[in-house]
């Protein structure tokens, strides 16, 4: 009897999974019909946005974050419009839950797991189902444009895709091509051209980005939208102080990679040391890639003793060290955008960022800026605000004035409209947002 019953247990479950499936699918197939009714006899402008989410499902960075923050608010942006989530459709028994996402009323995301005592061979079943069965259900779906907010399109999300909106954050693969991943380079590559031809819209993050599109990429600037970021108002002068850091420290916040110009902070601070500079560097962020000179010029630093790495810290624990920094330093040689820096502004925290990119766009009149390949310069700033405290003062001052034009409800307005000029959808306000 109990072979018998763990069989007919297996098959109750497996059943149970296919006809939720066969309900998703038929539910997908009502909705769309609906939706065609609405706008086709109804005359009702709803806009369906099938949206990239792959970026949530490892430790969240600044791609992460831009994505989070821009889907959060784009249901109070926009009321009409329905946000379709994608990342796997399909998951194995042993397959980790989704993390958490940003959630509404008109948001869905769609995700089956497949049951443990699943009565058919799990792996064969899952390869059929996300080849065939899972573009079948994006294709169902009758997105009005696809919102790509990480470059482009992964390729199993193609059968979402009708008109396409992808934002491009910087063009380090062919700026500074030897600071970049080479999975990534590849990546880049193979896909952004097609992307960017394939695009009914495009979003850069800055102003810099867009000339860059242009400059090296040819790409018209009529396309190209201008959307700056914002940031998240628990960043601010008050709150919690770190608790395990030194009492005075410089912090360094990001992926420490070429690109970052770390080695030139580890310069610039061993140098503001040797010139009695009486703080701690502590850098904040997991190794990246291409890091074997970074991790030499640590080690050999004459300044190791003072210097403390902490590989992640959870938003409560970055905004608290933001919090208690003197300054932020942020001299990297290229940013799409450079959220940390309107990060530590919003906190009250000086900035010393270089005056290249993105960077001079997000602190304006209200930071201290360097030369990225001139180390004096760096220990200069360093210097020169670790001795004036009314400086200091001042650049808190202006920094939070600064950071509170940098606005997510905002930035998810302009989106928006960009979603809604994509799909040919009317739009009366400007699809633009940038200081």
């Known amino acids: 009897m109990y072979p018998a019953y763990r069989m007919g247990s297996r098959l109750r479950v497996t059943a149970g999974f296919f006809i939720h499936l066969l309900r998703d699918m ?13 706008r086709s006899v109804r005359g009702e ?4 946005v099938g949206v990239d989410i792959f970026p949530f499902f490892e430790r969240m960075t600044g791609v992460g974050w831009y994505e989070w923050n821009v889907l959060s608010n784009l249901p109070a942006a926009d009321p009409q419009l329905e946000l379709r989530l994608y990342a796997h459709s399909f998951a194995a028994p042993d397959e980790p839950s989704p993390p958490a996402l940003p959630a509404g009323e008109r948001t869905r995301f769609r995700y089956h797991h497949i049951p443990h005592g699943f009565l058919l061979p799990v792996r064969p079943t899952l390869a059929v189902l996300r080849t ?8 169902l779906d009758g997105n009005d444009v696809f919102f790509a907010p990480n470059f482009f399109v992964p390729r199993r999300h193609q059968a979402a895709v009708r008109a396409l909106v992808p934002t491009v954050h910087d063009l380090a693969f062919l700026r500074l091509p030897h600071t970049v991943q080479q999975e990534t380079l590849d990546n880049l590559r193979r896909s952004l051209p097609q992307t960017l031809f394939a695009a009914a819209a495009l979003i850069a993050v800055s102003a810099a980005t867009a000339d860059d599109l242009v400059v090296l990429l040819a790409t018209s600037r009529r ?11 628990a960043f601010t002068p008050d709150g919690p102080r770190p608790t395990g850091l030194p009492p005075r420290y ?17 310069a610039g601070f061993a140098g503001a040391v040797a010139a009695g500079y009486p703080g701690w560097l502590v850098l904040v962020g997991r190794w990246g890639w291409r890091t074997e000179s970074i991790q030499r010029a640590l080690a050999d630093s004459p300044a190791r003793d003072r210097i403390l790495h902490l590989d992640y810290l959870d938003r409560p624990g970055l905004q608290a060290a933001l919090r208690g920094a003197e300054a932020l330093l942020f001299p990297s040689w290229l940013e799409g955008f450079g959220l940390p820096a309107l990060e530590a502004m919003a906190s009250g925290t000086p900035v010393i960022l270089s005056r290249t990119s993105s960077l ?8 201290v800026y360097v030369e990225p390949g001139e180390q004096a310069t760096i220990t200069d700033a360093i210097l020169r605000l670790a001795v004036d405290s009314s400086l200091r003062r001042s650049l808190a001052v202006a920094g939070r004035a600064r950071a509170q034009l940098f606005r997510w409800s905002q930035a998810a307005e302009a989106t928006a409209r960009v979603l809604r000029r994509a799909a040919d959808l009317p ?9």
């Open 223 to 233: 396309r190209i939208h201008v959307v700056h970021e914002g940031v998240d108002e």
């Open 427 to 435: 739009h009366a306000q400007p699809d633009e947002y940038r200081l």
């Open 360 to 367: 001079p766009e997000v602190g304006g009149e209200a930071a």
């Open 250 to 266: 410089l912090l360094f916040v990001s992926t420490l990679e070429p690109r970052k110009n770390v080695e030139g902070i580890l």
């Open 132 to 139: 065939v069965v899972e573009p079948i259900l994006l294709w």
């Open 45 to 48: 402008l709803g806009l369906t």
């Open 26 to 38: 038929c539910g997908t197939f009502r909705a769309r019909l609906a939706r065609w009714y609405a």
